[in-house]
């Protein structure tokens, strides 16, 4: 150690301690790592994205020559009512899909924690989660159909009026039922593996203490489990910006293209750039799927600050 003495202090100088051999290694393997994923990254995430930003400000079929519009695909969004309902649609999902969805996942959490066999039923909820959405969406065409087997089952019943289930103005509700379906498996079995860490004297105070069924939900399972949550509510936002295929599949239940009241914003992405019915705009789908990016990344921000809690330890 050394000194250096000046007028009215004393300023004192550390050598820094010579890096070991694992840390010279550990620097010299950093970027030869690193760089495969940064690379895959760049190609894959960032240029598609610059690219799709520098598109939203043209106007291009894809066939004919790039045509500058500056901000006039955005300005058409904001008056556009297909878009508007989309982002409706899109909202629909991600709150009341999103309450249904967390609220059966930590009901069926709480039967299970005790159950004996929850490792056969949790692999039993999850199934839906390997199949893809196009099937749910024939399956539930299939079963709610006018002549389908529910319809078929209701008349055996007596009930000569049954419910026209895929009606255009029941078909939002027909995709956030099946989407919850689909989607509370998945989230059961994430939240198991967290609430199956909290140990089981936590509970057996609560019950010596007379807590209820609620009272251990809400001071042990939960609390204990915040985290999990948390990545649980960040999954189910960035998930429902992706909902596309069901839509698709249920609008075309009506006998044609799915009907506007159904459309979310990846489907709105999807027929801008694809559409059979209209011109094609690859700029106006870039805008459109620019929009959606911002805000789900704004809503995924706000909702992870919102569920921020200090970490509880576990011993």
Not at 105 to 115: D, G, P, Q
Request: glycine share 8%; proline share 5%; hydrophobic share 50%.
């Amino acid at each position: 150690m050394s000194s250096a003495t000046r007028p009215g202090r004393l300023v004192q100088r550390t050598r820094r301690p010579a890096d070991s051999p694992m840390e010279r290694a550990q620097r010299r393997t950093f970027w030869p790592f690193l760089a495969p994923a940064l690379i895959m990254f760049v190609l894959f995430f960032v240029a598609p994205i610059v690219f799709s930003g520098w598109l939203s400000l043209h106007s291009w079929d894809g066939v004919t020559e790039v045509k500058p519009r500056g901000f006039k695909n955005y300005v058409n969004l904001i008056h556009d009512p297909v878009f508007t309902t989309a982002l409706k649609n899109t909202a629909l999902i991600l709150l009341v899909g999103g309450a249904l969805v967390f609220a059966l996942s930590f009901a069926i959490t709480v039967l299970l924690r005790e159950m004996a066999g929850r490792k056969f039923v949790r692999y039993v909820l999850f199934f839906p989660v390997l199949v893809n959405p196009l099937v749910f969406g024939v399956m539930t065409g299939l079963l709610f159909r006018p002549s389908g087997i529910v319809n078929t089952l209701l008349g055996h019943l007596g009930v000569s009026d049954p419910p026209k289930w895929l009606a255009e103005q029941n078909l939002m509700t027909m995709i956030i039922a099946v989407t919850v379906w689909a989607g509370t498996g998945f989230y059961t079995t994430v939240l198991m593996s967290g609430v199956e860490q909290i140990p089981t004297t936590y509970y057996e105070a609560a019950e010596l203490d007379g807590a209820s069924a609620w009272g251990r939900f809400r001071h042990v399972t939960l609390p204990l489990s915040w985290d999990v949550v948390t990545v649980c509510a960040v999954l189910w936002t960035i998930s429902t910006v992706k909902v596309f295929e069901l839509v698709l599949v249920f609008g075309g239940s009506t006998g044609g293209t799915p009907p506007n009241g159904t459309y979310t914003t990846a489907l709105y992405v999807y027929e801008s750039a694809f559409s059979a019915r209209s011109a094609r705009d690859f700029g106006v789908s870039s805008a459109a799927a620019l929009v959606s990016l911002v805000l789900i990344t704004v809503v995924a921000v706000v909702l992870r600050r919102m569920l921020r809690r200090d970490s509880i330890q576990l011993s």
